[in-house]
């Protein structure tokens, strides 16, 4: 049985391609059914999301599977196959398998690491099990799937750094004051990138806010989102020393604060230190304000350094996940390949057989009468006895690999026998992957 | 071996144990391996103890005539002081820079003659072991600051130029290290004060005047007047983060000169014999 991926994500195709091959999330009974209903596909899961559409399957033929995938996929959406061409991709095999493991732990992401994605493959997943196209195998590779995705996030730093300029600059700010929650910022001007950071500023504990615009009732408006107080243009500068975190973004051609003002207000502070953010094209802060000692000024273009530093660090820390996905595929593998029908069986013999040998060994040291024909004869009887027995099981494991439960009887065999994971006979069962 | 000596390496051994763990911690962003760390530190603080309690029995009354038992002293000083800081402030970074230098005085301690000594009768009163414990304590904390100074600075430069290294992830806030830095100064200079008057006090008991201007007293008060004026700017003037971060080191190297220089370099009074410290 192989697993099998087909689909298009932002990678392969523009959001034009994206949306046109999309499901809805209110009607995916409709597209699950009928892609299980697909002569070589075997289970059937639908990830559909802004940046990606996926299928996942499994099949016992991996060419005919994925023929059949991408038909499916162009017939569904009413396309023609060469408008999905060059966009889609496809795998089979260890390369699906660490497709999915890549995309759920959010490796395959436009912004690594962003912890959406683990949740859409959730919400997707939950669907499959809802019409029942999930079965043995997705069922145990998506939850696979999902504890490699927390297990990259709790052991690899992927997550750990603020990759948007808001972020960074709340960020930014812990790094300066110990606590926010006792902390002052005004808005200087109103664009939407400072309202962005204001509002990140408030959800981290910041609780008091100042704004001053030009227009004073629109700095009145923008107070009372944020429960804050409004101060007239004109003497803004004044309410200065009482803030300790500067968010500006105003239309103005010059600077509205001066390096000069700043260093008064330095002395009016006693000079505890300021964080100064300056999202303002052309740029409303003195740049030498910087230099002045207790005041960190950040422009956009600081900001974006900082954002892609913090991308650069979290690509280092995927290669980290890389690796830890490489371990989780061997293991999954394993499993897989205990549902293979001719293992299994060889594996059910060889167990029943080493019964067989044992007791017949306990037998014949007690019966120390017994001649070397006797011997041979109760041999011939147990291993009839055992082959009787095998006979029609193992028909029906044959028979059962062509049809789509053959896998529930294999795990069934394995199970109801104790066969170990691994088909060569391991001392002890390993418990891999068993969660 | 001794039993003192035994105890002495042990301890060595347990710095060295929590110096790794916090390194760990660290450069291996583990923080689980700083917060062992402490509780290695710990065991090493008691068993240090231990060590000075059995020297006590021996050699009675204070043990820290020479620079072995001095530096040893310092060291113990210097992680107490950094276990009390860190119930308060939970620095594990700052125990990557106050275990080694713990190592670093043991290691030093014990490449020095080991020497228990029959007590010269002169350092015999209990004004001796205050004068020490004071001024040992004071250096410890002066120590600290002069860390968290350190942090301070490069966290300073990491922020103003915009450019960040793997340490940045790991120093805590700017107002928590300036925090340090002045919980450090208001323990340490006290503390200094009170090693400088029971030395004076001690010294009169001893040679009959209170201060000789023996070098190491010059430079003392040197010392003394810098971390004063820093304090003063601080409780007066507002003075905070770089320029108190800029002084608290200044101060340190000068406190080091003190400690070691005078000794190496200018004798007097403190240098009793050839192997004592004071």
């Keep these: ?435 | 071996m001794s039993a003192i000596t035994l105890l002495f390496y042990l301890t060595l051994l347990v710095y060295l144990g929590a110096t790794v763990l916090y390194f760990v911690g660290m450069l291996g962003k583990r923080p689980a391996a700083g917060r062992v760390g402490r509780w290695v530190l710990v065991a090493g603080a008691l068993l240090h103890a231990g060590s000075f309690a059995v020297r006590h029995s021996t050699a009675g009354g204070t043990p820290v005539t020479s620079l072995h038992e001095s530096l040893s002293f310092f060291a113990w000083c210097l992680v107490l002081l950094f276990l009390l800081l860190d119930l308060r402030f939970r620095l594990a970074v700052m125990g990557a820079f106050a275990s080694p230098l713990a190592v670093l005085l043991m290691v030093g301690s014990a490449l020095s003659p080991d020497v228990v000594m029959e007590l010269n009768p002169m350092l015999k009163s209990w004004l001796f072991p205050v004068h020490i414990a004071f001024a040992f304590l004071g250096n410890a904390a002066f120590a600290l600051s002069f860390g968290a100074g350190l942090m301070y600075l490069i966290q300073d430069r990491m922020l103003k130029s915009k450019r960040f290294t793997g340490i940045y992830q790991l120093l805590p806030s700017l107002d928590t290290l300036d925090k340090v830095n002045y919980t450090c100064l208001s323990v340490g200079f006290p503390l200094m004060t009170l090693g400088i008057i029971s030395g004076a006090v001690w010294g009169n008991t001893v040679w009959g005047s209170y201060w000789s201007w023996d070098p190491k007293q010059t430079w003392a008060l040197i010392t003394w007047f810098l971390y004063a004026a820093l304090l003063h700017g601080r409780l007066t003037v507002g003075w905070r983060g770089r320029k108190a971060a800029i002084f608290s080191i200044i101060g340190f190297i000068f406190l080091l000169f003190t400690f070691l220089g005078v000794n190496l370099l200018l004798g007097g009074q403190h240098t009793f014999e050839a192997f004592a410290l004071f």
Aim: net charge negative; aromatic share 6%.
């Design chain 1, 1 to 435: 049985m192989n697993i099998l991926v087909v689909g298009l994500s932002h990678k392969t195709a523009p959001v034009e391609i994206r949306e046109k091959v999309a499901f809805p999330p209110t009607e995916m009974a409709a597209p699950l059914e009928q892609m299980l209903a697909l002569p070589a596909i075997n289970e059937a899961v639908i990830v559909s999301t802004c940046n990606r559409v996926e299928l996942y399957a499994t099949s016992r033929n991996v060419a005919a599977g994925i023929t059949e995938l991408k038909q499916f996929l162009c017939a569904y959406h009413q396309l023609k196959p060469a408008d999905l061409e060059g966009h889609l991709y496809d795998y089979a095999g260890e390369e699906a398998i660490r497709h999915v493991l890549r995309v759920s732990a959010s490796l395959d992401s436009m912004v690594i690491g962003e912890p959406q994605i683990l949740g859409q493959i959730k919400t997707a997943y939950g669907y499959a099990s809802e019409h029942k196209t999930a079965g043995l195998i997705l069922n145990r590779f998506l939850h696979k799937a999902f504890s490699v995705a927390k297990r990259v996030r709790t052991e690899t730093a992927i997550a750990s750094s603020a990759v948007s300029v808001s972020f960074a600059a709340v960020e930014l700010a812990r790094k300066i004051f110990d606590t926010l929650e006792d902390k002052t910022v005004m808005l200087i001007g109103a664009g939407e990138m400072c309202e962005l950071a204001a509002r990140h500023f408030v959800n981290n504990g910041v609780a008091k806010v100042l704004v001053t615009n030009r227009t004073f009732a629109r700095a009145e408006k923008l107070a009372d989102e944020f429960d804050g107080t409004a101060v007239s243009f004109e003497n803004f500068r004044e309410q200065l020393h009482r803030v300790d975190i500067v968010l500006s973004s105003t239309g103005a051609p010059d600077y509205v604060l001066e390096a000069k003002k700043l260093k008064e207000v330095c002395k009016l502070r006693r000079h505890k230190p300021m964080f100064l953010i300056d999202i303002a094209v052309p740029r409303d802060i003195d740049p030498l304000a910087n230099k002045i000692d207790g005041i960190y000024l950040y422009d956009v273009d600081d900001l974006q350094g900082v954002v892609q530093a913090n991308l650069k660090e979290r690509q280092k820390e995927a290669a980290k996940a890389e690796a830890i996905i490489n371990e989780e595929i061997v293991q999954f593998q394993r499993w897989m390949a205990t549902l293979e029908v001719k293992p299994t069986i060889v594996a059910l013999r060889q167990q029943l057989d080493s019964v067989r040998k044992a007791e017949l060994e306990k037998t014949f040291s007690n019966l120390n009468g017994l001649g070397k024909k006797e011997r041979k004869a109760v041999e011939a009887m147990t291993n009839a006895i055992v082959n009787k027995i095998l006979h029609h099981p193992t028909n029906i494991l044959k028979e059962a690999q062509n049809g789509s439960d053959g896998d529930f009887y294999i795990d069934a065999v394995r199970r109801l026998f104790n066969l170990s994971d691994t088909t060569e006979q391991a001392p002890q069962a390993s418990d891999s992957g068993e969660n």
